[in-house]
């Protein structure tokens, strides 16, 4: 057991202590300090909380409709005050070629009662301002109709303006909440698991090529090596999380004015039990493919074969995270295909995070489906212990999966 | 102290990587574990440090089990190599921990051996900044700062420079004079033969030749005699001449003749043409057979 903690702690010390990970977790905490405080920082440089008029974003608009320019000009102006509206004359081509010569960013031509041409050159992919249009238009037209059905202004005002009210009862998990934080969970745990997987599959492998281990396995059990080395790297991982994670709450907390009513307070806003789940499902999940890293970096010779040894497991991680994310947003993590990869030993870390923060599995399938995945870990690692056994004093060519079956029978009846 | 070897086995699959060898080395002397390249060298050594468990016979201490606890093994392994990217005080911290050193033990042992070796201003950087040879030191002082009770060698004169090599050899004997267990593993023979005092030679897992260095020579005809001197010329042409029944082949150079023997029988043949004639000469001598004579028979004549 010492043996076992004092590989547990060089894996450790000399992870958390090497220049790479200190910067990297550096870097990403000021990357969310710097981002949880952007909104307060934009503030103070520019003093007032209303954004700028944009230089250039002149509308122009042709107006060959039914109503009078003045009217189109104070409703356009005054639902769209960033803008500068102006009134100008002109055909569809001078129009075109207005737009080109970067006379107006943008022309609207109008047409009939309610037909308009928006004339630009490239809408964007996020840009709203056709949609802003549609209901400043709409709104305009619909009085137009209510007016000539004989209601006065009053009542014509009444009938656009009215609204549902509308209250939610959500019995279940609110996955428009939960949506986000799954979301950041699963990118998180994908990370983990790739980066720090292979990480162990590199450090087993430098040992090997090095012949750091031939000396090693004189004084130390492999399998406790093993094991020491895969927990002292989770727990540098872990670290590295709790880094993060601790400094992004902090920045929060400071800016939390600022940010209480975006959507990144849902992430700041997830329960107690989803919280504890995520991390518990996180570390097995590493577990379970950090020992498959192990394994696989034991039964290479070189580090330049590490990269094609782990391409299988790195695939599977990278398939389950595809499913995951691509079942997430549809909102139906309950489909066929997750329940398989909630069982399936490899996706299920993925697939169990998931479902677990966006619908209701239950107290006792999600201790059933932890345990589940506890197993899977223990026997991997069993596993795995076994093929590094065999593995770390093993040179040449990688081995073929088949061969390792075979090895790990004939290790066993001797 | 000595570690008894008994008939222990080790089999790979089918492949029988070790068959039924057995040896014991004395503390305060050299044992020399010989044999050519897949002989089986490193696999023994490998069941004497328990990484593997020998399928069968025992290895004890001075007729106990290992503790490993009690009894700490400094092990040199043949494809030498220890974390290329890492701080050497902190590899060597970790190695010396590995063999239950407390942390302020182990600096104190590798600040003594690292200035034993010359290599102490090296001690922060990491070893892949080093030179070959100097790699090997730092190998060689994480060998012995555990104070090893038994020391391992796997062909430890490999790539060191004479002047290392010649370091190397008297740290050796220092540590033997101290009474401790080395084994040397090689098939570079004239090192071997300088420190070993009992060896086993191996060929294909089997034992082929174990005892006393000496009394193995002894043991071996002595057909080759070697005269000095001026007279050589003539001593040659008059044994071939009357004793061709019993001279193999010889061989002049300078004033040195070998004459080659088919048996023992012809020597005292040789002693009588020279004492009767009036040559020339400073000495005649029985050779006893190098080492690397006795090596390449015993593990060639097991091949035929």
């Not at chain 1, 009210?165 to 983990?192: D, P």
């Not at chain 1, 895969?230 to 540098?236: F, W």
């Not at chain 2, 080790?10 to 014991?24: C, I, M, Q, W």
């Not at chain 2, 391992?152 to 190397?168: K, Q």
């Amino acid at each position: 057991m010492k043996k076992f903690f004092t590989v547990f702690k060089f894996e450790y010390s000399n992870l958390v202590k090497s220049r790479t990970f200190i910067v990297l977790t550096l870097l990403v905490v000021i990357g969310a300090g710097i981002g949880l405080s952007w909104p307060r920082i934009s503030e103070l440089v520019s003093g007032d909380k209303e954004t700028p008029v944009e230089e250039g974003m002149t509308i122009a608009v042709i107006n060959d409709s039914v109503y009078d320019d003045e009217l189109i000009n104070s409703t356009l102006q005054s639902s769209m005050p960033e803008y500068k509206i102006s009134l100008i004359e002109g055909t569809q081509d001078d129009a075109r070629e207005m737009v080109k010569t970067d006379e107006y960013g943008y022309i609207i031509m109008l047409k009939g009662e309610n037909e308009y041409t928006l004339v630009t050159k490239s809408l964007g992919i996020d840009n709203s301002l056709s949609y802003r249009l549609d209901g400043i238009l709409l709104y305009n037209y619909r009085s137009y109709l209510l007016d000539n059905a004989g209601l006065d202004a009053e009542q014509s005002n009444a009938v656009l303006q009215a609204q549902m009210e509308y209250n939610l009862v959500e019995t279940g998990k609110s996955q428009t909440n939960s949506l986000l934080y799954t979301n950041m969970i699963v990118i998180a745990m994908y990370m983990i698991i790739i980066i720090y997987g292979q990480m162990v599959a590199t450090s087993v492998a430098t040992e090997k090529s090095s012949r750091a281990m031939e000396v090693l396995v004189t004084t130390v059990d492999p399998v406790r090596m093993m094991f020491g080395k895969v927990l002292g790297i989770g727990t540098a991982a872990l670290t590295q999380v709790a880094v993060i994670a601790g400094s992004t709450i902090l920045f929060y907390n400071l800016n939390s004015d600022y940010l209480a009513t975006g959507f990144i307070s849902t992430l700041f806003n997830m329960p107690a039990e989803t919280i504890i789940l995520s991390i518990l499902l996180v570390i097995l999940g590493f577990f379970v493919y950090a020992f498959l890293y192990a394994a696989v970096g034991s039964l290479v010779s070189r580090i330049e074969d590490v990269s094609q040894g782990v391409l299988p497991i790195t695939f599977i991680s990278i398939a389950s995270y595809m499913i995951v994310m691509i079942s997430m947003p549809s909102g139906n993590v309950d489909s066929l295909l997750m329940k398989i990869c909630t069982f399936f030993p490899l996706t299920s870390p993925y697939a169990l995070v998931a479902r677990m923060a966006m619908t209701d599995v239950g107290l006792w399938q999600s201790i059933g489906a932890v345990a589940l995945l506890l197993v899977t870990c223990i026997v991997i690692g069993y596993l795995a212990a076994m093929v590094y056994r065999l593995g770390v004093l093993m040179y040449g060519k990688p081995p073929k999966m088949k061969e390792v079956f075979k090895l790990l029978k004939d290790s066993r009846k001797s | 102290m000595e570690i008894q070897i008994n008939g222990i086995v080790k089999r790979f699959g089918e492949k029988t990587a070790v068959d039924n060898v057995s040896f014991t080395a004395r503390g305060g002397k050299a044992f020399g574990l010989l044999g050519r390249n897949g002989a089986g060298k490193t696999t023994t050594m490998r069941m004497i440090m328990d990484v593997f468990k020998a399928d069968e016979g025992t290895i004890t201490i001075d007729n106990q089990k290992i503790d490993r606890k009690k009894i700490r093994f400094g092990y040199l392994p043949e494809e030498r190599g220890l974390y290329p990217k890492k701080k050497i005080k902190d590899q060597l911290i970790y190695l010396a921990e590995l063999n239950d050193m407390s942390k302020s033990e182990a600096l104190e042992s590798i600040n003594h051996w690292l200035d034993k070796l010359d290599m102490k201003q090296h001690l922060e950087k990491k070893l892949d900044t080093l030179s070959k040879g100097n790699q090997q030191k730092i190998q060689l002082a994480s060998v012995l700062m555990i104070n090893p009770d038994i020391i391992i060698l796997d062909e430890p004169f490999s790539g060191l420079d004479p002047v290392n090599a010649s370091v190397l050899q008297q740290i050796v004997f220092e540590q033997i004079e101290e009474g401790k267990i080395v084994i040397f593993s090689s098939h570079q023979m004239n090192n071997i033969e300088e420190v070993c005092d009992d060896i086993i030679i191996l060929d294909e897992g089997k034992a082929a030749l174990a005892g006393n260095l000496n009394q193995i020579k002894d043991s071996y005809p002595k057909t080759h005699i070697k005269i000095t001197g001026n007279g050589t010329e003539n001593i040659k042409k008059d044994v071939e001449k009357h004793l061709s029944a019993f001279v193999k082949s010889t061989k002049i150079s300078e004033l040195e003749l070998d004459i080659y023997l088919y048996t023992e029988k012809g020597r005292d043949e040789i002693l009588d043409i020279i004492s009767k004639g009036s040559y020339d000469i400073d000495s005649f001598r029985v050779v006893k057979p190098s080492l690397n004579e006795i090596f390449i028979q015993t593990t060639k004549g097991a091949e035929q």
